[in-house]
Each structure stands twice: as C-alpha cells, then as structure tokens.
C-alpha cells in the first residue's frame, strides 16, 4: 500500500475513533471546539519521522510510520493522538475565543499595566480599552468579567515596573 492510501485510511480510522469516543467527546466539549471540524480543519497522515511519534499543526497531525508498522492494535496508539489534539483544540479555540489565546491576553494586561503606571484612573482606562474588549464579546457580562480581571490583574503586577 502506497503512503497516499496509507495516510488515507489511517485519517478516516482515527476520526472514526474520535467521533466514536466518549473521550474525544468531552474533550472536544472542554476546549469548546465542535468536533465537526474534524472533517474540515483536520487530516491525520502517516509520515517517517524519526524519533518523534507524533506532531502537527493547525491542520494536520503526522504520525510516525513506525508505529503503524507493528501488530498493536491501533487503540494502542491513541494516546499519541490525544497529546497532538490538546494541541490542535487548543488552537482552534483561540482561532474561535480570542481571549483564550494568552498572547492577546498578556498584550491586554501591559497595555493596561503601562497606564497604570502613567497614572491613569480606572475611568480612563475602562474609556480605553473596554470598548476594544467587548468587541470581542456578544454578552456584555463576558466583556465585564474579562476587563474587571485584566485591571485586577495589572494592578497586582504594578509593584513589580515601580
């Protein structure tokens, strides 16, 4: 079997697992990512990779020939599938939840941080940034909650720029 019918019959395999799972299911429902895209921001394929079992990206997860290679039942190998799909949620969520990603995050709180440190009053700070925060948000509460703990947040750090 040739390695493009391979990876073929290894992707619908162990999506077919995944959708199957009670596992993958609640997983799926922790990160918040609807495991329907699966069939569309997703494709497992077998590939020689050396010492490494397992890796990905954002729309692929190779796994390594040689764990397709010996008589283990492929359940036997899932595992290696669970650590690259933590990692491929944990995208899709910050593609899909834009505070979810701790770089957007991190680049909220400094902001804030820096007007703290020059002085600003909350008042201008929530005029500043609340309007940009819940732009990312369809209920206000949400918005609310994420300001309240980015200020909360910077103004435990203030001690540490003074």
Same mark, same amino acid.
């Given at each position: 079997m040739n390695w493009y019918n391979k990876s073929k019959n290894?992707?619908?395999?162990?999506?077919?697992?995944?959708r199957s799972s009670d596992f993958f299911s609640k997983l799926f429902k922790k990160f918040h990512v609807n495991m329907d895209k699966i069939n569309t921001n997703l494709t497992?394929? *077998?590939? #020689? @990779?050396?010492?490494? =079992?397992?890796?990905?990206?954002?729309?692929?997860?190779?796994?390594n020939s040689r764990l397709l290679n010996d008589s283990n #039942? @492929?359940?036997d190998k899932i595992?290696?599938?669970?650590?690259?799909?933590?990692?491929?949620?944990t995208r899709q969520r910050e593609k899909?939840? =834009?505070?979810?990603?701790?770089?957007?995050?991190?680049?909220?709180?400094?902001g804030i941080l820096y007007? @703290?440190?020059?002085?600003?009053?909350?008042? #201008?700070?929530?005029?500043?940034?609340?309007?940009i925060i819940s732009g990312h948000f369809e209920k206000e509460e949400d918005?609310?909650? *994420?300001m309240k703990a980015l200020l909360l947040k910077a103004l435990s750090r203030v001690?540490?720029?003074e």
């Open positions: 290894i992707n619908e395999k162990i999506k077919n697992i995944i497992f394929f *077998v590939k #020689d @990779l050396d010492k490494i =079992y397992a890796k990905g990206n954002k729309d692929y997860i190779f796994i #039942d @492929l359940q595992h290696y599938i669970v650590h690259e799909i933590v990692h491929w949620l899909e939840e =834009y505070f979810q990603d701790p770089e957007e995050r991190d680049s909220f709180l400094y007007e @703290l440190l020059r002085n600003k009053s909350i008042e #201008d700070i929530y005029r500043t940034f609340y309007p918005s609310k909650k *994420v001690k540490d720029f």
